[in-house]
Each structure stands twice: as C-alpha cells, then as structure tokens.
C-alpha cells in the first residue's frame, strides 16, 4: 500500500514538473522583461537628452579680418605716446570693429536694413571679446588680425542643421541672404564649431550663443555647501543621541514618526516654509544660496538621520558590548568604536541626500531662486540660482537654441548626479564592513 | 579616531548661522512679475548690466498678480524695486500698495504682444471670427434651437461651429488659469466673441455676474486642454499632432515659423505689423511699475528706465522687437519716456 502511494505521488510529481518548470520560466522571463523595458525607457531618456544637447558644447565661430583702427574705436593715446589711456580702452566702441570687418568682408552690402541685417550674423558678444583682448595686450591695437568671431544664435542653429537650409525662405527664420552669407563665408573655411567653453564659464544670458551654466553650478555648489555644513552635522547628531541615548518612550516614538513623515512632505512646503521663517520672519535675502542651502537642508535632515540611524544599528551589540566591558564611558564607546564604523554609512545616506538636494527645483520657487541672474554669484549671499532651476528657465525661453542648451544642461546635471552616486558607492564599497 | 574632540564642523556651522543678520543694503535692482514680460525686461537688464556701471538686475518670473503682491509688500530693500505685468494694475491693487506705504508708483507701458492662435505648417490656416473662437471653446454656449437659451457646448469638430471650416474635431491646447496669457486671451476674444450674440451682451448690464460666467468660462470636455506654461511644448505638440491648435504669445511663433503658422483672426493675420497698429484683435499692453521710494536709494534705477525707454531698446528696429515685442506708436513711446524720466506719478 505504502509503496503504491509513494508511486502515485511521484506520478503525480512528474506530472505536474512541467507545468511547474513553465511557470518557473515564465516568472523568470516576465522579471527580464521588465528590467529591460526599464533599461529601453532610461536608454531612451538619455538617447533624446543627449541627441538633442550634444550639439551645445560646440559653438559657431565666423572668421573675419579684425583691423583694431584707433580712430574707429576712438581710444585716445598717452600723452608720452607709449600706449593708450585705459579708460577709453575700456569704453572704445568694439563694435565698430565687428561692423567695419563685416562690411570689408562683404562689400556688396549698401541699404541700411541689409547692413542690420548683415551685422546680426555676429553675436552681441563679441565686441566684448575684443574689449578683453585689447585690455589684455593694447599693443594690438593698430593691427589687422584674422580672428575667430563668436556667430549669434541664428547663425549657429543654421550651421548645425536644426534650421533647414533648403525649405522656402518664408517657412524659417533665417532668411536666403543671410543663408547666402554664410555660405560664402563657408567656401572660404571661415565657419568653424569650436568647443563652447561659455556654457561652462558664463550666467544666464538671453542670447542662447553667451548663455552658460557657470552661474547656475555656481549656486548649486554655494546651496549645496551650506546644505551639508548644516545638515551633516545636525542629522548624525541627532541620529546618534536617537539611536544610542535616548529612553525608548512614546516622545521618541512620536519624533521618529515625525522623521520618517517629514522624510515624505512635498519638496514645495518646504520652499513655503522657508519663504515665511527665513525671509519673512528672519529678513535674510530673496535669491540667496544662504536661504536655498537652509531650506534644502530641512529638506535632506530626514534622510540624513534615518540613513545615520540605519548605519548605526547595523553595528553589531558586541562592539557596543566589549567597549563597554573594559571600562570605555558611553561617550567613549560611540565617539570611538560605533561612530567609525557606522560612517561610511552615513556619508553615503549624505550623498544621497546631497544628490536629492541637487535637482530639486520646486521649494527654490517660492524663495526667489528661480531668477534670471547674469553674474556668476561669488559667495552665500549674492543672488543666484541652480542648475535644474536654470534648466527650468531655459526650457521655457522661445528661442530656439536654448533646446540645445536645455539639454546639455541637463546632461550636466545627470553628470554631477552619476559622480554623486558613484563616490557613494564607491566609500560603501571602500570602507563598509559586514558582519 | 575620535569625531568629538573636532570642533572645525561645529565652528563652521555656527559661522553659517551667525552671520543671517545681514541685508542692510542692496547694489542691485530686484525685479518680479509677469512670465510675458520677463523675456523683455531680462534682454534689457542684460544690455544695462553690460554698459552700465551698475550691477545686472536680478529678473524673478512670479507671474503678474504674485509680482504685484510682491512689490506691494512695502518700502525698503528687501521688497523688489519693479514689478512687471502683463496687463494693467488694477486699482484695488493700488489700494493695496498705499496701504502698505507704497504710495508712488510709475507707470511705463513698454509694448505689445500678440496672442496667437497656431496649428502645424502642414495643417490648413484657420480664418476664425472671435465669435466661431468663442462658441468652440466655451463651456456653455447658446442653443442653436432655443434663442436666449445656453446649453453644454455641443460642439464636436470645427465644420459645426460653422460650415466654412474643416470637419477635424475641435483641440486647442492653452495657458492654465495661472498664466497672464489666459487671462488676456479670455479677455479679448472669449468676450468679444461672446459679445456678438445679443442676448449675452445684454446680459453684461442686466447681470454681469452671469455674462462673466457665460463668457470667461472655458471648456472642460476635452476640446480645451490646459498644457501649462510651457510654449515650447504646445509648440512640440502642434507639430506632431496637426489637427490641435495652440494659444501662445507671439514671440513664440516668431520663433518657430518654420515649424507652426498662425490663424487669421477677424481676417487678420498676427503679424507684427497688424499687431503695432492695432488691427490684430487678440492683443494687449504690457507693463512695468517701479517703486518711486527706491529711485535713489536702490542704485542705478533712473539709468535702467532710461535704458528701457530708449529707442534702441523698444523704438521700432530696437533690440526688444528683435525678441517679439510689439512696439507702441512714436508718440506714446515719446509720452512714457517723458514719464520715466520726470518720474510722473501713475493716474489710474
């Protein structure tokens, strides 16, 4: 009897075998196809970002014959005759060079709206290269150089490709004659793409071809310094007395719901409560990475304590125990045998949080951060913004070079956000120990 | 290793927190308000920042009722120096201002902008009256059947607001109620549109509280469709979807001629020239307000009206026409420069 059941059993094992390794294999397939379409949306997300701002870190250079003309630009020599007066070096008209080149480069040109018209190849910009060269090296002046141009915006989307040469004139922006320039200019290799070091070094500028994230990485780093100055500190405290001093009663239950909660709130209500207790009630300035780093902190604390807190407990009793056991005070035992251990993990719960404080956008709205600034802020108090508000403003500006540069800048982000991650990793990997 | 016998992280953050006593003075102009404007008013403040001794301004984009808010707030540097907006302060606003020591305010009327309505290049061009624009995209319309009568609008496709048009289903993507876009839109051609059915426009004296809701309420069956603030997307969306149509300011259109086209409104074309001299319907002034209290004590702001006001900015071929402004007539130009520069208090 038993040997006919154990028989049935086995049967009916087999039978069901294959079903069972079906099921097993569809499983199986099903979690491969979900990672990969996860991996083809990512794929595609960057694919689009980075097919659509490559183009950005190269910029359009026009070469024209600069004759640096003392007369034209109306700077006045010393009276000893070695040089010229600095303050009208420094206010000479530059853009009369750029004109004056222009003209000489394309003699044909008379009526006054096609000289306007002529002059608009070359970006607003660069008379004010020529102004620095001078400043740097007056002895140029009086020279003829063949220099390299900064292109605006329309000349630019036209060189890369984004403004189709070939549909009917009324249908783009950039009309036949100025397509006709530059396809002189073309023939005679005086259209280059150089590598847009701007983007890297300038502000904000309303002209796509002088616009850069300078200003913006700038702010990021002054908001995010004041971020982990502030909340490094405060969330490792404040995880350390939770985690190895305090009583286990209701009021630490409460506060580490509250933690947990505070670590879900939307992004905005602290931007909101940042506007009315750091600018109403403490009078401290609108636009200031002082203020943004302050807001950003509360919102990184909670993440930072319970990364702390997760790191501490992971340390094992026995550490704690044998610490104790030869005579080491509490203090002693945290500062000198957990707190060690327990860090890399709470620097990388920091990093983490530092990289969540890079690209939040929403709470900088309501302190003044989203601002069209030019100049490169120089310390906490200047006013600035960041890079995702930056990359906010730009998706919103109509011209259309600033597509490029939206993404471009977000690749830039995407950067900082990978070496962020990458250097967590990394100390986790480095100096984190299992037991 | 012991981390608490280190006081440099500790001695660094009570630096950071001590020093939140500050902001006695400001070298900057602050300037809030309207999204429409902000393109101008940052292409200006670039050009000062560049040629003037004084530092560029800082330009937030608050919107035209948050920028208003912001600077009515009162006198001193922590409340911005400029308001913009894209249509006029209201006078309970003004109220407002007074109210908290903002007493003298200059008004400068900078230009126009065009609202356009726009569909994909590869899509026919549209010829609306405000009236077809009105009965497509409100909420409730008057009955075709019962004169006198509103009903949920019944409107489906272009061909049955009126037989002219194309039989392609009615989608027009738009500003949120948020946006100064919307509300001129609303304003221009929703009720003027609507005030060519009588019945309505009698409503306007007998009950203007129904009139509005008849006239400014927009559809929320789908034919609608808010796409935020976005232009750039709405124009994205027009290319890939040629039978939606798109509400934006001119400049955007400006810009992507090569990709969108816009409607003929009451026969017009929104070009630039029919927008200057009026005969485009759907467009509206725009705005600055400067804080008369902070013209001294704020540096450089004198020079910055000055600049704004100047003809290579706005006059005819000035660099804000090159970013889609709309210019004012000459002698309405010459009028608020006048203002700028004597500092001539606002009449509402």
Request: with cysteine; hydrophobic share 45%; proline share 5%.
């Amino acid at each position: 009897m038993n040997k006919s059941m154990q028989g049935k059993t086995i049967e009916q094992v087999n039978a069901s075998l294959a079903r069972r390794y079906a099921k097993d294999r569809r499983f199986r397939r099903l979690g491969l196809a979900a990672i990969f379409s996860g991996l083809a949306f990512v794929l595609m997300l960057f694919g689009s970002i980075v097919s659509n701002g490559y183009s950005a870190f190269g910029q359009t250079y026009l070469r024209l014959n600069i004759n640096f003309d003392p007369q034209l630009l109306g700077v006045a020599p010393l009276q000893n005759g070695a040089g010229y007066e600095l303050k009208t070096l420094q206010q000479g008209d530059y853009g009369a060079l750029v004109k004056a080149a222009l003209r000489a480069e394309f003699p044909e040109v008379k009526s006054r709206s096609d000289l306007r018209e002529l002059y608009s190849l070359i970006s607003s910009g660069a008379p004010r290269d020529l102004q620095q060269m001078v400043l740097s090296n007056p002895a140029i002046i009086g020279s003829s150089q063949s220099l390299w141009l900064i292109a605006d915006d329309d000349i630019d989307m036209v060189v890369k490709g984004y403004i189709n040469r070939k549909v009917a004139e009324s249908e783009r922006r950039v009309n036949d004659q100025k397509i006709a320039w530059i396809e002189q200019l073309e023939a005679k290799a005086a259209v280059a793409r150089q590598f847009n070091t701007r983007f890297f070094t300038n502000g904000d500028s309303r002209e796509p071809e002088l616009a850069g994230i300078g200003g913006a990485i700038m702010g990021s780093f002054y908001t995010l310094l004041i971020t982990l100055v502030l909340s490094f500190p405060i969330g490792v405290s404040a995880a350390i007395y939770l985690e190895e001093f305090a009583p286990r009663n209701r009021w630490t239950d409460l506060i580490e719901v509250n933690i947990n909660n505070l670590a879900a709130v939307p992004s905005i209500v602290f931007g909101l409560l940042g506007m009315a207790v750091f600018i109403n009630f403490m009078q401290m300035p609108r636009s200031a990475p002082l203020v943004g780093g302050l807001v950003l902190t509360l919102m990184t604390l909670p993440t930072i304590i319970i990364a702390s807190r997760a790191a501490l407990k992971a340390v094992p009793p026995s550490i704690r125990e044998a610490a104790l056991g030869i005579g080491a005070s509490k203090l002693q035992m945290v500062g000198q045998h957990v707190l060690p251990l327990a860090l890399p993990g709470m620097l990388t719960g920091a990093i983490i949080g530092m990289a969540q404080a890079l690209g939040e956008s929403a709470p900088l709205l309501m302190i003044g951060m989203v601002a069209f600034i030019v100049d490169v802020p120089a310390g906490i108090y200047d006013p600035s913004t960041v890079l995702p508000v930056q990359i906010f403003l730009w998706a919103d500006s109509p011209e259309r070079a600033f597509v490029e540069r939206t993404s471009a800048a977000i690749m830039v982000l995407l950067l900082f956000l990978l070496l962020m991650n990458l250097v967590a990793i990394l100390l986790r990997r480095r100096f984190e120990r299992r037991w | 290793m012991n981390l608490f016998n280190r006081p440099t992280l500790l001695a660094l953050t009570m630096a950071v927190a001590s020093s939140s006593v500050m902001a006695a003075s400001r070298d900057y102009i602050t300037i809030v308000g309207s999204s429409t404007v902000y393109p101008f008013t940052t292409v200006v403040a670039e050009t000062f920042g560049k040629q003037s001794k004084f530092k560029t301004p800082k330009i937030e984009s608050t919107g035209t009722g948050g920028g208003v808010k912001l600077f009515c707030a009162g006198v001193g540097v922590e409340h911005p120096d400029i308001t913009n907006a894209s249509r006029r302060i209201k006078a309970s606003e003004v109220e407002k201002c007074a109210e908290n020591g903002v007493k003298e305010i200059i008004e400068v009327k900078i230009g126009y902008d065009g609202i356009v309505i726009a569909n994909s290049k590869s899509a026919p061009v549209y010829n609306f009256t405000l009236k077809d624009i009105y009965l497509a995209l409100a909420k409730d319309v008057p009955d075709p059947q019962a004169a006198g009568k509103l009903i949920p609008n019944p409107y489906k496709t272009w061909k049955d607001v009126n037989p002219a048009y194309p039989a392609v289903a009615i989608e027009v993507m738009g500003p949120p109620p948020t946006s100064g876009t919307r509300d001129a839109f609303v304003e221009l051609a929703m009720e003027e549109g609507c005030k060519k059915i009588d019945f309505i426009k009698a409503m306007e004296k007998s009950d203007g509280k129904a009139f509005k809701a008849a006239c400014h309420t927009m559809r929320e069956d789908g034919a609608f469709i808010e796409a935020g603030e976005n232009d750039n997307l709405i124009v994205q969306k027009l290319v890939t979807n040629p039978n939606a149509l798109g509400i934006f300011g001119y400049s955007f259109l400006e810009q992507n001629s090569d990709k969108v086209k816009g409607s003929l409104v009451n026969g017009v074309a929104p070009e630039f020239e029919a927008i200057a001299n009026g005969n485009y319907p759907v467009s509206r002034a725009l705005f600055f307000y400067v804080k008369k209290a902070h013209v001294g004590t704020i540096p450089g702001i004198d020079d910055f009206l000055q600049e704004f006001t100047s003809e290579k900015a706005w006059g005819d071929e000035g660099y804000l026409s090159d970013k889609g402004l709309i210019p004012m007539p000459k002698d309405e130009r010459m009028k608020y420069a006048d203002d700028a520069k004597a500092l001539n208090n606002l009449k509402m």
